[in-house]
């Protein structure tokens, strides 16, 4: 069952290596965070906190920013209100023994693309100097917030490229100041499962609610390690779930307020056009108030795949409804339904569960870090994001040539690759940001198909960590449970098993716990969407060509290369009643959009 492919291959290459213990398992740890949110009046803090009780205000209107109108992620083309901060956290661990230091990013954002990132990373170099920037390992991290500020260019409006220097430049200094202020502390670590709120929406339904921690507690001097501090000063979690609790939900908002939109409904103004930082925010919030107020607390999504929120119960957590892991809704319990307060539930209990977590007994020896890099070509099929990849000057003659159509916030280099079954950087070729046009649609599109992306592998001591540029399916992560090829298991995993494969047919290119040998002394961290985001990643097992004409036609694209089985195209439903008759005619050719997460098929014949 288990093979390696794609990314999950390059698992397979990271050989694990060890160090020598230092003279005491004492770690040089720094922490600092900022506020990304876009300014008004040249500050951050001028909208109100709403109390954790409240469900359902918009909070603080807003009409236009300093850095003018900035999109939500996964939302309007507008922001108007601000419920709560937007932050971004830096923790730097280090130096190992060979001098190197690893900086953790988490940023409550939309998405980070690698070429974006460049910028942050020239600007810390600039900082601290060549020599010192060059002993850094980075693990840059975006939540995947869907109700932040717009990272992807995605939204109804690009990218507001003066708000994106912005929070790269706090980006910066909070990493800078995380560096300078390391202090000696001993880490510790921890690990269960934890289920509150959490929903896997796309078939089979199999969840990975592996929860890791990670705690580091200021010690005086590099000996003395007895005498750490009963409270950590940085808390790391990784765990695994969509922050998108309220994507299109309603808030309440005064009439007043609407009314200064006058391009708005009445009725629902500010439906998605509300800056809020989701369950993890509050997670961090929380934390951070457990422990006294003192230092940061990160959080990382791992494996989300379509874990995604307001999938799974969520309850009024008190002494007769307790919490548990999360699992079990108790007897008489108060379901929360859509609304900021679940937000927050999910958030805060999480925090409290692993405020309650012991850590394990021994702490994390400091030993040089195992540090491995790889990189791959990703190709790209959907076009219309190869349109939004062109320079801006493709369709505005007077745009700024540097800056892309609409995806992401600088352009980022495509590849044409004369051996598509296996391209890599020094067999493709740059398309030095060229584009041509689709004789249907007269849109421009990028030459390039495939663009680099990659992997990295962090080991510290017991710890392993491994970074994902993607939304990864979370059996890729964690594995299938131990009866799912049986026959009665798909009515407990599957939904709609027509549209799957199922049992044993449903093979794993790999599972990222087993490639890294992950067990209870050795955790596995699986930190999504870091580095990169490229997507769903999803067992090529599963993919099937929902509507074409010929079965012919699929023999000819497999031994093209174009798809991975013949078999591909067995599970055929046809094309949905179009202009001219009821199915589309023998020989004509039928294009498909798969939505994923959902069972959704739109389905369009050119005849």
């Known amino acids: 069952r288990t093979i390696c492919a794609l990314f999950l291959a390059l698992v397979c290459t990271f050989v ?46 807003v009409k236009k920013f300093d850095e003018g109108q900035v999109a939500v992620g996964n939302g309007a083309s507008e922001a108007h209100w601000v419920r709560d901060d937007i932050r971004v956290r830096v923790a ?5 023994p060979k001098g190197k230091t690893a900086i953790f990013v988490a940023s409550e954002v939309y998405m980070l693309f690698l070429n974006d990132m460049q910028q942050y990373y020239d600007a810390v170099k600039e900082r601290i100097g060549r020599e010192r920037y060059e002993n850094l390992l980075f693990f840059v991290h975006a939540h995947h917030n869907h109700e932040g500020p717009d990272t992807s260019g995605l939204s109804a409006r690009p990218i507001n490229h003066d708000w994106y220097a912005h929070m790269v430049q706090q980006m910066t200094d909070a990493t800078v100041d995380a560096i300078e202020s390391a202090r000696p ?36 001097n590099d000996t003395d390690t007895k005498a750490a501090a009963a409270a950590p000063f940085l808390t790391m979690v990784q765990w695994g779930m969509h922050p998108e609790v309220t994507l299109g939900y309603n808030p309440d908002v005064p009439p007043s307020d609407c009314e200064q939109l006058p391009l708005r409904p009445d009725t629902n103004c500010a439906k998605n056009s509300v800056f809020t930082h989701d369950y993890p925010g509050h ?3 929380t934390m951070t108030e457990l422990y006294g107020g ?9 494996a989300i795949g379509c874990q995604i929120g307001n999938h799974g119960p969520v309850w009024e957590v008190d002494k007769e409804h307790p919490l548990g892991n999360g699992g079990t809704v108790p007897p008489g319990a108060s379901i929360v339904p859509e609304n900021y307060r679940r937000a927050y539930l999910i958030g805060s209990q999480l925090a409290n569960f692993v405020f309650d977590l012991a850590d394990r007994p021994d702490a994390v ?30 369709i505005n003659p007077f745009g700024d040539p540097t800056r892309p159509l609409r995806i992401g916030d600088t352009l980022r280099e495509a590849y044409v690759c004369p051996s598509p079954k296996n391209p890599s950087i020094k067999t493709c070729i740059p398309d030095n940001y060229a584009y041509t046009y689709d004789d249907s649609t007269k849109l421009p599109f990028r030459v390039g198909q495939y663009m680099l992306s990659e992997v990295k592998y962090l080991g510290m001591g017991p710890l392993r960590m491994l970074t994902i540029p993607g939304e990864l399916a979370p059996e890729l992560s964690g594995g299938l449970p131990q009866n799912f090829d049986e026959p009665s298991a798909e009515s407990i995993y599957y939904v709609n098993p027509q549209y799957h494969s199922t049992g044993a047919e449903y ?13 209870q002394d050795t955790p596995c961290w699986t930190l999504g969407l870091t580095q990169d985001q490229i997507g769903y990643m999803f067992p090529i097992s599963d993919w099937r060509v929902l509507c074409t004409a010929e079965a012919e036609e699929c023999e000819g694209l497999h031994q093209r290369g174009a798809l991975n089985f013949t078999g591909a195209c067995e599970r055929c439903f046809g094309c949905p009643r179009v202009r001219g008759g009821d199915k589309h005619k023998q020989g004509g050719s039928c294009c498909c959009v798969l939505l994923l997460c959902i069972v959704a098929v739109y389905c369009c014949c050119v005849l």
């Open 16 to 61: 694990r290596g060890s160090a020598a213990a230092g003279r005491a398992d004492v770690w040089g740890v720094g922490v600092s965070s900022r506020s990304i949110l876009p300014r008004v009046g040249g500050r951050t803090d001028y909208f109100s906190p709403l109390p954790p009780y409240d469900c359902c205000s918009a909070g603080t209107f």
């Open 92 to 96: 730097a661990l280090g130096p190992d």
């Open 365 to 394: 020896p400091f030993e040089a870090f195992d540090y491995r890099q790889s990189e791959v070509m990703v190709r790209v099929t959907n076009f219309a994001f190869r349109v939004g990849l062109v320079p801006s000057t493709a």
């Open 294 to 302: 003192q230092g940061e607390a990160l959080y990382f999504n791992g």
């Open 185 to 220: 502390a001993i880490v510790r670590h921890a690990s269960d499962v934890f289920y509150f709120g959490l929903g896997d929406i796309r078939d089979p339904r199999v969840q990975n609610a592996r929860l890791q921690v990670l705690r580091a507690y200021e010690v005086q």
């Open 507 to 519: 093979t794993l290119p790999g599972v990222t716990m087993d490639m890294l040998e992950c067990d």
């Open 283 to 285: 997670f961090s919030e």
